[in-house]
């Protein structure tokens, strides 16, 4: 039987492999990886390199007739003094913090809840992870109408509990309620994601550990602290960093939800950053925003890896 | 294989050819989705049987048109040949060299700008402001005006009940003062067994709704965006007094007198609210208004319309557009053919006949034209003393700002009026620095 390997061998043309059999192991190694560097380069690097030259000029990408000035740091300057950019920041860190929160509790709960064998477990498993199925612009639009005051089915089951009129307060409007209604949305949405992730966690940790703790008389506080938690400690920081990162850059469904408001209630980093970029064409500027953001997510994003890979190593 | 080659490429030469000839005979005339771009599809069928051009249209819904549009122009595609654009980009098209200049062929054309009425001129086509540089024809007059359920407004019992409330007649608003106060009486009314409220106005953050319903109440008190034009000295101006009063008053509207959760409504939700019957008056564009009158439910003799009351000043909120030829069109002789063809006063009577609003004088000058319409008047009225909006380049910046100023203290509840309208002019004195006016 002839090996693959040579016959591909002797298939290929002669003048070909001429000129290969003159390359080296590490050359060849390149030639496969270079059109994916060059791709790299292209839609990543270069872009980034370009924008970081943009945040220090006042260019705008509507105005192609303005002359171009370099501003050195003022655009840098401008947005670190800016309280409305700190605000946004804020709002976003509060999203962010809630809904990580939440989604890992609520998350945890059900994956521990759902890993036990019953009748109707994957129907149950199929019905929960349905949300983070729809589309962020379906879901927006979907509970927009259930936050509606007059015909929403929140506020008629607040009044319903609390007996507080259904139109005497807007879950979307002023009063303080925007920013968790969104948490809310946001929470319903994903915290499928981070029971999934957290059950893959729990059926990964061998029956024998819990039979040995049993064994050892262990209660079974004991070995949800001992054994459950650190073992699936890995896997749920994996989850938070997916969902960090991910509504860092939080945008569609909280701008069919609120627009950002009321006022800038809700007016989340990104969303704010694509109106200097793409609505107020501050290209220069929403660059050096862009810049500063990437920055801060990156930052956050390598001391989070480091400190999953020594959870890793324990 | 030479034979396939042959014909191969043959094939594909006149494919080609073909499109390019189809283009040739194509105009896309990009517009905002609304009743009056439906009216002007009918108009051009008109224009397809004379010229042999066929027309294609692009239409995009209000909330999105101003982003898609510009992206479009700005990345120098070819999708319009024409474009009805808001009257706040004039500036920057024109500056950024994205419509074409048509005062030669008007010239050519004998198309005078002395035959639109003047606002409209002033508005839609001039730039810099007021100089004769044309890039616009007047196409669409709008204005911000009100509708009100007449059919309530006329019933015994509930004029009764608001002469009792207020001491006065129920009538159509003759101020801002006495629409708020009729507002406020019909707020949480029962009419026919269901709770209707005031009044459905303009608060919506992402675009332009709460600054172009908010500048309804500022310019009725007198409100002006410099103390000498083009000089760009706000402070006293937009911070006076009058001001601080106009928007203190439009936030008592929204307040005490719209539908509940109604914090980010702009003119489908002005529209809904007015047609489910929930609202006594509303406030929109004129170009909605032939629809309203027409419309089964709240129409015909149940609505009437009424101009923007005065308050200190009779004034409205300006709307309406221009329309232009995109500088980079392929097809530049179909695009001129198509805006004199336009231009023509004739055309212009079917335009108002078909629902849009023509700026022409052959249309609003002729002594029938107040008969036409129940809103023909009123539209007239609001025409003589509408005010616009910065139409600097660098408008998206000074809306934008205005916006994030206005709903934060109008429906967030943040600051005073005062301090709104100080921080307005400090986020438009940042943009004029920048832009080197300042």
């Known amino acids: 039987m002839t090996n693959p390997i040579e016959a591909a061998a002797r298939a290929t043309p002669a003048p070909i492999a001429r000129r290969v059999r003159g390359l080296s192991d590490r050359t060849i190694a390149w030639l496969f990886v270079a059109p994916t560097i060059f791709l790299l ?30 501003v050195g740091l003022r655009n840098y300057t401008r947005i670190l003094t800016d309280d409305g950019i700190w605000a946004n920041m804020q709002t976003t860190a509060h999203f962010l913090v809630w809904t990580i929160f939440l989604q890992v509790v609520i998350g945890f709960t ?14 149950l498993t199929t019905l929960i992870v349905l949300p983070m199925m729809l589309s ?24 319903l509990v609390t007996g507080i009129p259904a139109s005497s307060f807007s879950m979307l409007g002023p009063g303080g309620l925007a920013k968790w209604s969104i948490i809310i949305v946001d929470t319903w949405m994903w915290t499928p994601f981070v029971m999934l992730i957290c059950l893959a966690g729990l059926r990964s940790i ?11 008389r262990a209660s079974k506080w004991r070995q949800f602290w001992t054994i ?32 950002g408001g009321p006022g800038n209630e809700t007016l989340l980093a990104s969303i704010d950053l694509k109106r200097e970029a793409f609505e107020k064409w501050r290209t220069g500027y929403s660059s050096a925003y862009a810049i500063i953001l990437f920055v801060t997510v990156f930052g956050l994003a390598s001391i989070y890896v480091k400190a999953l890979n020594k959870v890793k190593e324990r | 294989m030479k034979r396939t080659t042959l014909a191969a490429s043959a094939a594909l030469a006149l494919a080609w050819a073909a499109q390019a000839n189809a283009q040739a005979n194509e105009l896309t005339l990009c517009w905002a989705a609304w009743d009056p771009a439906n009216a002007l599809v009918e108009l051009s069928k008109d224009f397809e049987a004379q010229s042999g051009i066929k027309m294609k249209f692009e239409f995009v819904p209000w909330p999105n048109f101003a982003d898609r549009i510009l992206n479009e122009l700005n990345s120098g595609g070819q999708l319009c040949d024409l474009l009805i654009g808001d009257s706040q980009w004039i500036g920057g098209a024109a500056e950024n060299g994205w419509y074409v200049k048509l005062n030669d062929f008007f010239d050519k054309e004998g198309i005078s700008m002395d035959d639109f009425a003047p606002a409209t001129v002033y508005a839609y086509s001039t730039w810099p402001k007021g100089t004769p540089n044309y890039y616009a024809l007047p196409a669409m007059g709008d204005a911000n005006g009100w509708f009100y359920r007449k059919d309530w407004f006329n019933r015994d019992d509930i004029k009764a009940a608001y002469k009792e409330a207020t001491g006065q007649d129920l009538r159509e608003p003759q101020s801002q003062k006495e629409l708020l106060q009729i507002a406020q009486f019909f707020q949480g009314r029962e009419i026919d067994g269901k709770t ?10 992402g675009s332009e709704g709460i600054t172009m319903g908010a500048t309804g109440a500022l310019y009725a008190w007198g409100f002006k965006y410099e103390n000498t034009p083009g000089s760009y000295d706000m402070e006293g101006a937009v911070n006076s007094p009058e001001a601080v009063e106009a928007l203190e008053f439009y936030k008592e509207l929204y307040k005490t007198a719209t539908p509940p959760g109604y914090d980010n409504a702009y003119m489908e939700q002005s529209l809904d609210a007015f047609k489910s019957g929930q609202v006594a008056m509303a406030m929109n564009w004129f170009a909605f208004f032939p629809g309203l009158y027409a419309d089964p439910n ?8 009424f101009v923007n009351p005065p308050q200190n000043v009779a004034a409205s909120t300006l709307g309406g557009q221009g329309i232009s030829v995109v500088a980079n069109t392929d097809n530049m002789d179909g695009a ?42 009123d539209f007239l009225e609001a025409m003589n003393g509408v005010q616009d909006f910065w139409q600097e380049p660098a408008y998206a910046q000074l809306l934008l700002a205005m916006q994030a100023r206005l709903h934060n203290y109008i429906v967030a509840d943040q600051g005073t009026a005062k301090e709104a309208l100080d921080g307005l002019i400090a986020d438009w004195t940042e943009v004029f620095q920048d832009e080197g006016k300042l």
């Open chain 1, 41 to 70: 380069l292209a839609i990543n690097i270069f872009p980034l390199i370009w924008t970081v030259r943009l945040s220090f000029t006042n260019y705008a990408a509507n105005r192609p007739n303005r002359e171009v000035e370099w």
């Open chain 1, 110 to 123: 059900l994956a521990w809840l759902i890993n036990r064998k019953f009748r109707g477990n994957d129907l």
């Open chain 1, 136 to 159: 962020p612009a379906v879901v927006g639009n979907f509970w927009t109408f259930l936050y509606q005051p007059q015909i929403g089915l929140v506020n008629y089951a607040v009044e």
């Open chain 1, 206 to 216: 061998p029956d024998y550990i819990y039979e040995a703790a049993e064994v050892d």
């Open chain 1, 228 to 259: 459950t938690v650190p073992m699936v400690l890995p896997f749920l920081m994996l989850a938070v960093l997916f969902r960090g990162i991910e509504n860092f850059k939080m945008f569609d469904m909280v701008v069919l939800l609120t627009g």
């Open chain 2, 196 to 205: 209707v409220y005031g009044a459905s106005i303009f608060t919506e953050r």
């Open chain 2, 298 to 305: 709240v129409g015909g003799d149940k609505i009437d319309f």
């Open chain 2, 336 to 377: 001129l053919a198509y805006i004199k063809w336009f231009a023509d006063p004739e055309v212009q009577k079917k335009w108002w006949a078909a629902g849009g609003y023509s700026c022409h004088k052959a249309v609003l000058e002729d002594p029938n034209f107040v008969n036409t319409a129940p809103f023909a008047g």
